[in-house]
């Protein structure tokens, strides 16, 4: 079954204590994050797998998407819902031949139209642009202007998500823009109140003014 790409889109940080991480992101739930993805750049093989393992426990009780960073063939092993990818990782075809057509395949295409595309054309369900601000996750990253999301849903109809360096400051310009789903992990895990912040993050997608309906239906799709 797949699900929605829409709201709050938790992607957790490089943290070895998979307790501490799990009891976050039982908080982050809480407070309405839609989607997680487990992404840990630094952790070796065995700690992925029992990070993934638990944390898949606690997405599935919430009926919300699990989707691994990069690594298709742990998602395979975990029958994860997805995996995100990016530009150095596996392509989306091979993402989805590894994965069967009912789990969700995401794509990182920094700040290229092209990219996003041709992403759609293989099957991705979801594009995503950024760093849309200054991340201190990927320093370097190029940056997606705001511009590119309302160019985008023009000729897209993957929903769009936006990420790097998004905080509940400026969150707004970028949903009302046409992005469905902001990927946040700073902003969230550094708050004194997870809960609270992600409830703010939801607040703020039901406030914020989108684009017209006859454009925002062409990314809202609402089954990816």
């Given at each position: 079954?797949?699900?929605?790409?829409?709201?709050?889109?938790?992607?957790?940080?490089?943290?070895?204590?998979?307790?501490?991480?799990?009891?976050?992101?039982?908080?982050?739930?809480?407070?309405?994050?839609?989607?997680?993805?487990?992404?840990?750049?630094?952790?070796?093989?065995?700690?992925?797998?029992?990070?993934?393992?638990?944390?898949?426990?606690?997405?599935?009780?919430a009926n919300i998407p699990l989707l691994i960073n990069d690594h298709v063939t742990?998602?395979?092993?975990?029958?994860?819902?997805?995996?995100?990818?990016?530009?150095?990782?596996?392509?989306?075809?091979?993402?989805?031949?590894?994965?069967?057509?009912?789990?969700?395949?995401?794509s990182s295409c920094y700040n290229q139209l092209a990219l996003a595309r041709q992403?759609?054309?293989?099957?991705?369900?979801?594009?995503?642009?950024?760093?849309?601000?200054?991340?201190?996750?990927?320093?370097?990253?190029?940056?997606?202007?705001?511009?590119?999301?309302?160019?985008?849903?023009?000729?897209?109809?993957?929903?769009?998500?936006?990420?790097?360096?998004?905080?509940?400051?400026?969150?707004?310009?970028?949903?009302?823009?046409?992005?469905?789903?902001?990927?946040?992990?700073?902003?969230?895990?550094?708050?004194?109140?997870?809960?609270?912040?992600?409830?703010?993050?939801?607040?703020?997608?039901?406030?914020?003014?989108?684009?017209?309906?006859?454009?925002?239906?062409?990314?809202?799709i609402a089954n990816v």
């Open positions: 079954m797949k699900f929605n790409i829409s709201g709050l889109y938790l992607v957790t940080p490089d943290c070895d204590d998979t307790e501490k991480l799990c009891a976050q992101v039982k908080l982050a739930i809480s407070g309405g994050s839609a989607l997680v993805q487990y992404r840990h750049k630094t952790a070796d093989e065995a700690l992925r797998l029992e990070q993934g393992s638990a944390l898949l426990k606690i997405c599935r009780l742990l998602a395979a092993r975990l029958d994860a819902d997805g995996v995100h990818v990016g530009q150095h990782d596996a392509a989306v075809l091979d993402a989805r031949a590894a994965l069967g057509k009912d789990k969700i395949i995401g992403a759609q054309a293989d099957g991705a369900d979801y594009a995503a642009f950024g760093a849309c601000y200054p991340s201190p996750t990927k320093p370097h990253a190029p940056r997606a202007s705001v511009e590119l999301f309302t160019e985008a849903i023009q000729t897209l109809f993957i929903p769009l998500v936006g990420i790097g360096g998004i905080t509940l400051d400026n969150a707004s310009p970028l949903i009302a823009a046409g992005a469905q789903a902001l990927a946040v992990i700073s902003d969230v895990f550094q708050a004194p109140d997870i809960t609270a912040r992600c409830q703010a993050y939801q607040a703020l997608f039901a406030s914020t003014q989108l684009p017209p309906s006859d454009t925002i239906a062409k990314v809202a």
